[in-house]
Nanobody, 122 residues
Framework: VQLQACGGGLVQAGGSLRLSCTAS????????KGWFRQAPGKEREFVGV????????RYQGSLKGRSTISRDNAKNTVYLQMNNLKPEDTAVYYC????????????????WGQGTLVTVSS
């Protein structure tokens, strides 16, 4: 079972990025999918989560209002669209899957991706 996050990179402040996270090894269409991030020297931070049916999303933190989570269960993929990025958004972004509704703590998530680095230059 593997979650593969990708789409990170270097972007200028004000720019946008779309991260994706594809699962393999099993179907995750009944799982909640969350996004977290961790900046250097800081604790892991919850970004948002989407329910298995996409009927519910929840966001938290400074990316709230600038990000959108969506999913395509047919592709076993979840997305994180981030807009108007700021240098303080620089972090490693992780996707995770939970077999029941979860926001925090990270321990409630059963599977984790390896993370993808987002660097926002000023």
């Amino acid at each position: 079972v593997q979650l593969q996050a990708c789409g990170g990179g270097l972007v200028q402040a004000g720019g946008s990025l779309r991260l994706s996270c594809t699962a393999s090894g099993r179907a995750f269409d009944s799982y909640y999918k969350g996004w977290f991030r961790q900046a250097p020297g800081k604790e892991r931070e919850f970004v948002g989560v989407i329910s298995w049916s996409s009927s519910s999303t929840r966001y938290q933190g400074s990316l709230k209002g600038r990000s959108t989570i969506s999913r395509d269960n047919a592709k076993n993929t979840v997305y994180l669209q981030m807009n108007n990025l700021k240098p303080e958004d620089t972090a490693v972004y992780y996707c995770a899957a939970a077999d029941r509704a979860a926001i925090w703590p990270p321990e409630r998530y059963n599977y984790w991706g390896q993370g993808t680095l987002v660097t926002v230059s000023s």
